[in-house]
């Protein structure tokens, strides 16, 4: 491993804990570990097999989601520390995925203290503005926090990569016999637990069923995949209903656009305990009030007053900051009150909390990013950017057009959003097809090696799974 490689990896690993300049996407793509496992393999010069050990990190982490603030591990450090002891190490992915398991709890450091550090950039912000000195919100809710977290990852990453030598010169890794088992003990505990919290009483039979289906009758995983795809096309709802871009104040359709790119990449740029994402929203608002308002202590002071709390889920929220604009140059025609505007935003932001991430981190990215671990484990790489790019378009065409209709539709259009999440046919059919895939996964991923005490071990590890499994299901009777 060379320094330029030290470099490349910790860059990555930056950008992919950052939402900038990824558009906001990066952590619905490079951010999971499949993803994250091929391009730190990618830079090894063997992305097949990183892509492997990031597949089974994915596994391990199925059931991520982070919502509020919260964050359990990171599973993106742990997949690049899986494909980098899986190539340099040459061990078998299961083994590289047991051995990175412990690392991803480094990464929440990183959570936990940004939080905290970032407060600094709020209150260095408010002295400014209260000092009258009209503080560049970009530069407090941009440029502090990501060098913050440039240093804090680059840290991070080279304890995780300082740590990982160390145990090897101290136990080789190779020698270590039972990372093999305590990566297939992780990965089949880590399915079964998923199949539990789905809480479906037909999701055990679909997984059983793909299962046997792959590994007795060797389906292949681009088979189900086409079907689900099939399945999504023909049962989702697909209206779409835009707004016209009728523009009759001094907000033009690039001024919104601007905006919501400046929401997408820095949507969590700053994100504390104090405000959450108060500073991003202001931030976006910025281009906004620079065509509203001509003097600088006034615009300084439009920007300030969007610092106030706020929390939404990024993209199934854009409606909210697309009507405050609206509301916003409304004002500015009439000459309003702001309370009115800061009301009608915290209710909101009320009535869609937890609407979002029950969608886009329950659903939406756990169905997609098992399709392509599914496709990854049937050595199907290439393939398994198809549900990343779906995924990926999906996620910007939430966030655009909810964006865009906000502004033209107000608060109507986030209620219909609400109601068409809630009776979406995705949460009726999202467990069979997430059974289904993780049946078909698990059929490509066991049972392929030709050692039979290795398969005898399986068998007893699932057998000790289900009946874990059941007792859980019995307790709560």
Known sequence: MTYSDYFLLSIFYFWASSTSLS??????????????????????????????????????????????GSFKGDQCLTAIVAAMVSILYDLDPLEASALAYPFGFLGILIWKYRLKINNIFVHIYERKYKENKAPDISVYDGLLPQLLLFVMSTLVFTAALSLMFLLNDAVNFKNIGALYYIGLILVILSAFNILYKIKNKYNFIIFGATFLAGELLGIRAYILFVLIILTLLFTVDKKVDFAKNIFKGPIKKKDLVYSWFIWMNYS??????????????????????????????QISEAIHRHTEFFNTEPNMGTPILGYIIALEEDRRIKDESF?????????????????????????????????????????????????????????????????MNGYFKGKEFMLQRIKNVKQSKLHTYFPYMFSGILGMSMSKLLFNDIRPYENIFTIITIIFAACLTFMRKRGER
Request: charged share 15%; net charge positive.
């Open 23 to 68: 558009l906001g996407i990066g952590y619905y793509t490079i951010y999971r570990p499949v993803m994250a496992g091929m391009i730190a393999g990618l830079i090894l010069k063997d992305p097949q097999k990183g892509m492997m050990a990031g597949a089974l990190v994915n596994i391990i982490y199925i059931d991520f989601v982070s919502t509020g």
């Open 268 to 297: 969590h740029s700053c994100y504390s305990y104090d405000r959450l994402m108060g500073l991003a929203f202001a931030h976006s608002m910025k281009n906004i009030f620079k065509k509203l308002y001509d003097n600088k202590y």
């Open 339 to 403: 309370e009115d505007i800061s009301y009608i935003k915290k209710g909101m932001m009320g009535i869609s909390a937890g609407l979002g991430d029950s969608f886009t981190q329950v659903i939406l990215a756990p169905l997609f990013i098992s399709m392509s671990v599914m496709l990854c484990l049937d050595n199907g790489f290439y393939p398994a950017f198809i549900p990343v790019i779906l995924l990926a378009a999906l996620i910007l065409f939430i966030s655009y057009a909810g964006f």
